[in-house]
């Protein structure tokens, strides 16, 4: 498992250093009312911070009116150490199995390939895949289980920080899996790759733009379409153009992401997340981002499965025959 490599710092230290840097993409990249709205509201997030009694404060006056549509995490802005970092306390979470944040999404996709034919090969995408402690722990099972089936995992993903991270959280397998590491991949380099197929589990890298893949891909190459905590961070045009992407490409796709819930937001996030600010800002702004349950149960179409989770999570499945 990926080792904690956070930077130690005092916590007054890392509000310091965030706030430098947010200040500096300000000047360099001017003021568009979006992009200085969300800059602005991380600064006073950050601000906020410094004392448990202003952050509550922050947390019952602020928060509750922040534009959903317009706001951004600190990780979503070109700052790569704080991205790094976010990550590596993401994947120390992940890992954990208690509260088993991600076990859920990990049961389903584990399942999915158990039942799969095992005969041929599958491919499956993940739609920002960051550190990548999903098929780490898919991985797990299917090895400590001797499952046969070969398996084609693609991480698609833009960050050279989560890539690094990932490589790190997958060495744990050795040579018992294959990594590889392209720039972009496409419909024949993946039919040339299934040729040559390996029984190990197969990694593949990739940086393509997630809405440009059913330009480059056949419809319904892939055996199974996922993301986890993922499309909160995108607008609501995004959303529906991950949909059609997803739809073209898979029968079937899972959607693994949380619902709003000031439960979760006031007690077990915010403890959970107090000691490094970075990390509680990518938490507690991801649920003031996410849908409520009623929301999500209004927009669900019939031919798809939603399901809740108490950790805070849901899971949103559609197959198609």
């Known amino acids: 498992m990926i080792q904690d490599k956070l930077e130690i710092l005092e916590r007054g230290k890392i509000i310091d250093h965030v706030l430098t840097d947010l200040a500096s993409l300000g ?47 600190l990780t979503d802005f070109p700052l790569p150490r ?30 999915f390939i158990y039942s799969a034919d095992a005969e041929n090969p599958l491919v499956l995408m993940n739609f ?20 046969k089936t070969p398996v084609i995992f693609i991480g698609v993903d833009t960050s ?37 197929v390996d029984i190990k589990p197969t990694i593949i890298l990739c940086k393509n733009n997630i809405f440009t893949l059913l330009k480059v891909f056949r419809r319904e190459t892939v055996h199974l379409i996922y993301h986890s905590l993922f499309k909160h961070h995108l607008s609501n045009s995004e959303k529906r153009d991950l949909d059609i992407v ?16 000031w439960f979760h937001i006031v007690f077990s996030h915010t403890i959970m997340g107090w000691h490094d600010p ?10 003031l981002r996410y849908f409520t349950k009623r929301e999500l149960r209004q927009h669900v179409q019939r031919d798809r499965k939603l399901r809740f989770f108490a950790i805070g999570t849901y899971m949103l499945e559609h197959r198609r025959t």
């Open 128 to 147: 920002g895949s960051g550190g990548m402690e999903v098929e780490r722990q898919v991985i797990e099972h299917l090895l400590s289980n001797r499952i």
């Open 160 to 196: 050279d920080a989560t890539k690094i991270i990932a490589k790190e959280n997958l060495k744990i397998f050795g040579d018992a899996i294959l990594i590889k590491e392209e720039e972009n991949i496409d419909q024949d380099y993946l039919e040339s790759l299934l040729k040559n």
């Open 27 to 73: 000047n360099q990249y001017g003021h568009s009312n979006y992009f200085k709205y969300a800059l602005d509201e991380n600064i006073t997030f950050f601000k906020s911070c410094r004392s448990l009694f202003q952050y509550l404060k922050w947390l019952f006056l602020r928060a509750p009116v922040i534009d959903r549509e317009k706001i951004l995490e």
């Open 82 to 111: 704080w991205d790094q970092r976010m990550h590596l306390r993401l994947i120390e979470l992940q890992a954990r199995k208690f509260p088993g944040l991600i076990k859920p999404l990990v049961d389903k996709i584990s399942h």
């Open 278 to 287: 970075v990390f509680l800002n990518a938490t507690i702004l991801s649920d």
């Open 246 to 261: 997803s739809e073209f490409l898979s029968k079937n796709s899972i959607e693994y992401d949380g619902y709003k819930s």
